[in-house]
């Protein structure tokens, strides 16, 4: 499934309001980051919900700056779109097309081109859909099958308290949903565990537009 097509099947010839689909620039400009606390790694983990990642590059003269490229200029304009103005370690992220058309090729530069954590390059229509901005709660794949409720929030219970879970299996595999107090620790949790070993599985993370379990 193409691009466009996987668009269409996942918004069904109408994309979300506030999306114009028109944008060609697929390098975006995030800042006011904590430079303390966040690097390509984390980044990516927050950035590649809404497409696949290219590259990033954190600015060394301005390390609360950084530079994402995405696949496309309509991911590059979900990313915008949702991201704006979220929570992320104790920040206000600003969220904003580059000037730059891409990211040149440097010692600083992290190159994403080949992760296989880029989720759409399978399921594009099904993670276009599951698009959001930040939410309070997370859901949790690639479980290990033997995993526990209790395992789940030990794993995650250092970003924030966690008000409520529940572990579920859907068509044979381990799932979880994790409601935070607030939307900021479900996001801090998301980039800094996402991809992380749960057990024997690397887990993936995403926020789920659920309001409650």
Do not use: W
């Amino acid at each position: 499934m193409g691009n466009a097509e996987a668009i269409a099947a996942a918004f069904a010839g109408g994309l979300p309001p506030g999306i114009s689909g028109t944008n060609d620039r697929c390098t975006i400009l995030v800042s006011n980051l904590n430079s303390d606390r966040i690097n390509e790694d984390k980044l990516f983990n927050l950035c590649s919900l809404y497409g696949n990642i290219v590259s990033i590059k954190i600015l060394r003269n301005k390390p609360d700056h950084a530079l994402v490229q995405l696949g496309d200029g309509f991911q590059a304009e979900l990313a915008v779109h949702f991201l704006k103005g979220a929570m992320l370690f104790e920040k206000r992220l600003e969220v904003n097309f580059s000037k730059y058309p891409n990211i040149t090729t440097g010692p600083d530069t992290h190159d994403y081109s080949n992760s296989n954590l880029n989720r759409f390059n399978r399921n594009a229509a099904k993670n276009y859909r599951y698009c959001c901005s930040p939410t309070k709660m997370i859901h949790l794949s690639s479980l290990p099958q033997d995993v526990t409720e209790a395992e789940i929030i030990a794993h995650l219970e250092e970003h924030g308290p966690i008000i409520n879970s529940k572990l579920f299996e859907m068509n044979g595999k381990q799932q979880a949903l994790v409601l935070f107090e607030k939307e900021e620790q479900a996001t801090e949790a998301l980039v800094c565990k996402n991809a992380t070993s749960l057990g024997s599985s690397t887990i993936r993370i995403s926020f789920s537009q659920l309001q409650s379990i």
